[in-house]
């Protein structure tokens, strides 16, 4: 049987994390709530595009996800959240605020992207600062975390803590110190199968603690659990499904699932049950992450167009065939669940 491309990194983690799942306990006594987040690698001007093409797509999604997300409400009423991880790079005053918009109107959030290569410690500490400084002074965005502005992190190309085998795309071993005196509270960016980038660890949320003298520091760490205390300086991962389901065409074949949504990588009838299956667990929490890539046109196009109606309907639709409660989160409020179930019961 042919694997899925460069599996070797993470087949040994997968069937751990399988392991893991099975031998989970849920309490009983309590209802099981599973916490769904989009993360969105929301990269207007992708391809170069021009400023028309980039307003185009912003105002797509201004004008189609507040009539989704109202479609689709959880157990508690609320409607579906996006994440929006904009790219420094591409900073626009009035694309971002658009995004703001939707924000205070309840719909999502917005936090940050970065792509670089190769620049130095203080000109990446610049870059972000200027981004962090911009997003909360100019658009009212990012929370209050321990004092200051906190955000969560995606990073571009995958890249994060200098991962990638040839070097390219980042370059800093440290990076994951430097993103927590920034003040990210959490990094979303895995999974990255089948690029090189991704970590051994898998469908799990832990704590990576630095080594700033090698690169890939958050390949693998303490597991978050029920009671568990962090690591000083560590930075808190959260990752979204990586597991193998039947091929679409040949069923006798496995396919790679990471969570994505896509123009080719539409909704299934089993996708909802194969990311439930594989969602890191903390006492009665269920934690899913999906992302995309949803301002390119061949993504948003389907997305818009129903196919994320039909995600919600499944994950809804799995979510009561097993019984568990469905509570929709932006990054930071997936932040803050998990916390919650680390320190206590979390009942929704």
Request: proline share 8%.
């Amino acid at each position: 049987m042919k694997l899925p491309r460069e599996a070797q990194r993470w087949l040994p983690g997968w069937w751990s994390a399988r392991r893991r799942n099975a031998a989970h306990r849920f309490d009983p006594t309590r209802p099981i709530t599973v916490h769904l987040m989009f993360a969105d690698h929301y990269e207007p001007y992708w391809g170069k595009a021009s400023d028309a093409v980039a307003t185009t797509r912003v105002d797509a999604w201004l004008a189609a996800w507040p009539r989704i997300a109202e479609a689709h409400p959880d157990d508690s009423g609320r409607p579906a959240q996006w994440t929006f991880f904009y790219p420094e790079e591409e900073y626009r005053a009035d694309l971002l605020e658009g995004l703001a918009g939707l924000t205070r109107r309840g719909f999502g959030d917005v936090e940050v992207h970065l792509h670089h290569d190769g620049e130095s410690e203080q000109a990446f500490l610049d870059r972000m600062t200027g981004f962090i400084d911009t997003l909360r002074g100019a658009h009212g965005l990012l929370h209050d975390w321990q004092g200051r502005p906190g955000f969560a992190f995606i990073h571009g190309n995958w890249a994060l803590d200098n991962s990638r085998p040839d070097g390219r795309w980042c370059g800093l071993n440290n990076e994951l110190t430097l993103l927590r005196q920034l003040g990210c509270y959490a990094d979303f960016t895995m999974p990255s199968a089948p690029d090189p980038c991704q970590t051994s660890l898998v469908n799990a949320i832990y704590w990576a603690v630095d080594d700033p003298q090698r690169p890939k520091s958050h390949d693998s760490g303490p597991l978050v659990t029920c009671g568990a205390v962090p690591p000083a300086d560590a930075l808190l991962c959260v990752q979204g499904p990586l597991t193998m389901r039947p091929h679409p065409r040949w069923r006798l074949l496995p396919s790679l699932e990471v969570g994505e949504l896509a123009g080719y990588a539409r909704p299934g009838a089993d996708r909802a049950d194969c990311w439930l299956n594989a969602a890191p667990r903390i006492g009665n929490d269920v934690f899913v992450k999906l992302f995309t890539h949803g301002a390119i046109e061949k993504n948003a196009g389907p997305m818009l167009g129903g196919d994320l109606d039909t995600t919600l309907r499944q994950v809804r639709a799995a979510c009561t065939r097993r019984g568990w409660r469905l509570a929709h989160a932006t990054a930071w409020e997936m932040y803050h669940a998990i916390e919650a179930a680390r320190l206590g019961p979390v009942s929704g």
